[in-house]
């Protein structure tokens, strides 16, 4: 079945680093690629998204391009805030019937001043 | 705009109690969707719905129900409450319109089984 695999975490990071979250995708077809974030206490939010290969998302100074030769959708961002300490979840879609989004087991990131 | 909207937040359960946790969603969304986090393991699907009148399993329904009886509520019940079910859960919505497949997820309700 289809799966989601991100790199380990936690990532610790100093104010204005460039970051990079690593994910990588097992699945049929063609499937649709999300990023979303979850801040301490709340849901998660949709961060970007690309539906098809060679596709870039972008948000807030993130990044994700959809590579279908390599099956990954890596996140980055140029210079991390401490705004930005969260919890990041890598998804994929089929894209048929109920749209059932299957996730990686998240990554959570600190960003120190 | 409320989205979706979870109750209740907290709840502590003794093993064998039973319980309802309440989703509803206000953007006219055909799809919802139940899903348990737990700790370090990403979320798992346990029910969805496609439609008033119709739910179907996800990846681990064994120990709940839903139903939705209109296209606004979709509540996940707890039958004989279990410590395995200690989890945060998470309702979420969406749309079918074409190249967009996000959800809107409640901010979720933590429940403990002791």
């Known amino acids: 079945g289809d799966s989601v695999t991100q790199m380990e975490g936690p990532v610790t990071l100093s104010e204005e680093a460039f970051l990079t979250i690593n994910c990588t995708y097992t699945a049929t077809g063609y499937p649709s690629l999300f990023w979303y974030v979850q801040y301490p206490g709340e849901g998660l939010q949709l961060l970007l998204k690309?539906?098809?290969?060679?596709d870039k998302g972008s948000n807030k100074g993130f990044e994700a391009t959809y590579r279908k030769e390599t099956t990954s959708f890596h996140l980055e961002k140029g210079s991390v805030q401490v705004s930005d300490s969260a919890v990041y979840f890598c998804a994929l879609s089929g894209g048929q019937g109920a749209q059932k989004l299957v996730f990686g087991q998240g990554t959570r990131l600190t960003i120190n001043p | 705009n409320a989205g979706v909207t979870q109750t209740p937040k907290f709840r502590i359960l003794k093993i064998g109690q039973s319980m309802t946790l309440q989703c509803t969603q206000d953007m006219n969304h055909n799809y919802m969707y139940w899903y348990r986090q737990d700790p370090g393991m990403g979320l798992k699907l346990i029910y969805y719905s496609v439609g008033a009148g119709i739910t179907d399993k996800g990846e681990v329904p064994n120990g709940y129900n839903v139903s939705r009886s209109t296209t606004e509520d979709f509540p996940l019940r707890l039958e004989l409450a279990a410590p395995s079910q200690t989890s945060v859960y998470f309702c979420?919505?969406?749309?079918?319109?074409?190249?967009?497949?996000?959800?809107?997820f409640g901010s979720g309700t933590r429940l403990t089984v002791v």
């Open positions: 979420a919505s969406s749309s079918p319109r074409a190249g967009d497949y996000g959800y809107t």
């Open positions: 690309a539906t098809k290969a060679d």
